[in-house]
């Protein structure tokens, strides 16, 4: 029990950046142990920026408590293998690519958290949404990196077009760049999540519908017996809208290709009027002296963080 108290404490303290869970039932982690005064804690992080800014933080916070941390991947699916295999999985668990449905497999080596203090500081809302059908709750929404749209604001100003505020002025921006031979909107197609979270934000407004409602209760509660799929009314939608987004955009053969540096490179060269990217890289490029401006966010991308 002084474990558990301790690994909420430490979760509580670092929930400000994170999601969280703890572990129990059937151990598979490595566990805390006591040496030498300190109690030891493994704690795999799924970026490396963590290990620069996240580490140094916690250790100066928790002087009796002995960290090690690993790099480790951005996936549950890396969790799910090292089960597969019969290895240990870490006292903590970073990650931001999740889903209630996708960490299943994990619930039995994760405590539940339903009951204790740090689950008490969220909205019931947010607590339905990651509650299993058994009433635990081992994973809670955090605060997320938003995505959104980066402008170039010094293009905009030497071309005398007006920042967009809203989806129609945004695509005649970018037809007024392209017809000065200046790329009007860019992002890093290569990855995954540009292309989901693109999706996420064209289904906005038929996920709130009636319909999208039902599908995504649906979605949420599926079993192994009854899966949920794409259906035909809400997502041939959405595809449509997407399909648009890319005419809309200019997109290019080849543009599938594209990653990070190949988006940046351009725009921060003035090649590119606008490019998809965080809310946290926004700031950083005005307090390096960067002219930007952000509008349209898209999607936040929850971390998560699960303890054991």
């Known amino acids: 029990m002084k474990k558990k108290r301790l690994i909420s404490l430490l979760l509580a303290v670092v929930m400000t950046a994170a999601m969280l869970t703890g572990c ?19 704690m795999y992080l799924w970026d490396r920026s963590m290990l620069k800014e996240l580490s140094p933080w916690l250790e100066e916070k928790f ?22 295999r019969g290895e240990e999985i870490p006292d903590i668990i970073t990650c931001r690519r999740f889903s209630l449905n996708d960490a299943a497999p994990l619930a039995e080596h994760l405590m539940d958290l339903s009951s204790t203090e740090v689950a008490g500081t969220f909205y019931s809302s947010y607590l339905e949404v990651n509650r299993e059908t058994n009433g635990a709750i081992r994973w809670l929404p955090m605060c997320a990196e938003v995505d959104c749209t ?32 200046i790329k009007g909107y860019q992002t890093d ?48 939608k959405v595809f ?9 955009v200019r ?47 898209i999607s936040g991308r929850p971390a998560r963080i699960t303890g054991c």
């Open 189 to 236: 197609w290569d990855y995954d999540y540009t292309c989901l979270e693109t999706m996420q934000g064209c289904a906005i407004p038929e996920l709130m519908s009636l319909e999208g409602t039902q599908w995504r209760m649906a979605y949420e509660s599926e079993t192994e017996e009854e899966p949920v799929g794409l259906d035909d009314v809400v997502w041939p």
């Open 24 to 42: 129990g039932g059937q151990q598979q982690s490595t566990g805390s142990k006591k040496t030498e005064g300190k109690i030891q804690i493994s």
């Open 63 to 84: 002087p009796e408590i002995e960290f090690t941390f690993i790099q480790s991947f951005n996936t549950i699916e890396y969790y799910k293998d090292l089960l597969s």
């Open 251 to 297: 997109f290019e053969q080849g543009d599938e290709e594209l990653m990070f540096s190949k988006t940046m490179e351009p725009y921060y060269e003035g090649k590119t009027a606008m490019i998809r990217n965080t809310a946290a890289l926004v700031t950083k490029s005005r307090m390096s002296g960067g002219s930007t401006a952000s509008s349209f966010p």
């Open 240 to 248: 449509e809208k997407y399909e648009q987004f890319l005419k809309d």
């Open 150 to 181: 980066m402008a170039n604001k010094d293009l905009f100003d030497q071309y005398g077009i007006p920042l967009p505020t809203n989806y129609a002025e945004f695509v005649a921006a970018i037809d007024a760049f392209e017809a000065v031979g």
